[in-house]
């Protein structure tokens, strides 16, 4: 456990601060190198409802770690958002006729502008669906759908829990799986 300062949350609430030294098992499975170091640290509760800041370390995949963080909180509905900067980051573009993602590698040093999206569960699991926009050093941003990056130095994230569960359902025409408020 680490001795950062104290966060002073809604109404009060002060949350202890939590370093986490994470497992050699959860560095083989999130692809951390080994040793790396990332803190989690409770924000606020209420209710049942949590927020998390969530601080990536250097070479962390963000997918990864994020989906494991999500599947050990069960967290089954959430809504994040993040800046930082990646050494890497593939986006995406979704392509209506092929319903698929053409791939967009960008591999150079860039700033991580925005990133928001949601964690909802579908067939019992995790997952992630979120946009991000980057800058180069030329001040040229570029966009798309998040599908994985490798954070350089860091990347600060908040992860809210939202009251009602998430689930995606598989929908026929795009191919995609979407959120059902009803499901």
Same mark, same amino acid.
């Given at each position: ?12 609430y002060v949350a202890p ?21 990332h803190e989690i640290q ?20 963000? =997918? ?37 993602? =053409? ?46 990056? =490798? ?33």
């Amino acid at each position: 456990m680490g001795t950062g300062p104290e966060i002073r949350g809604h109404r009060g609430y002060v949350a202890p601060p939590l370093r986490l030294q994470v497992s050699r098992r959860w560095e083989l499975r999130c692809g951390l190198r080994a040793g790396g170091r990332h803190e989690i640290q409770l924000l606020y509760e209420e209710k049942g409802l949590k927020t998390f800041v969530l601080v990536f370390d250097k070479d962390e995949q963000v =997918k990864e770690s994020l989906l494991a963080f999500a599947a050990q909180n069960r967290l089954s509905a959430a809504q994040l958002s993040a800046i930082g900067a990646f050494s890497e980051v593939t986006l995406g573009y979704f392509q209506r006729p092929s319903k698929t993602y =053409k791939e967009i590698p960008i591999r150079e040093q860039v700033e991580v502008l925005s990133l928001s999206g949601n964690i909802a569960v579908k067939d019992g699991t995790p997952g992630l669906h979120a946009h991000v926009v980057v800058g180069k050093s030329d001040g040229t941003a570029h966009g798309g759908h998040f599908l994985q990056a =490798k954070v350089w130095p860091t990347l600060e994230m908040i992860v809210s829990e939202t009251p009602a569960h998430l689930r995606r359902v598989q929908d026929d025409e795009t191919g995609l799986a979407l959120l059902n408020p009803a499901a």
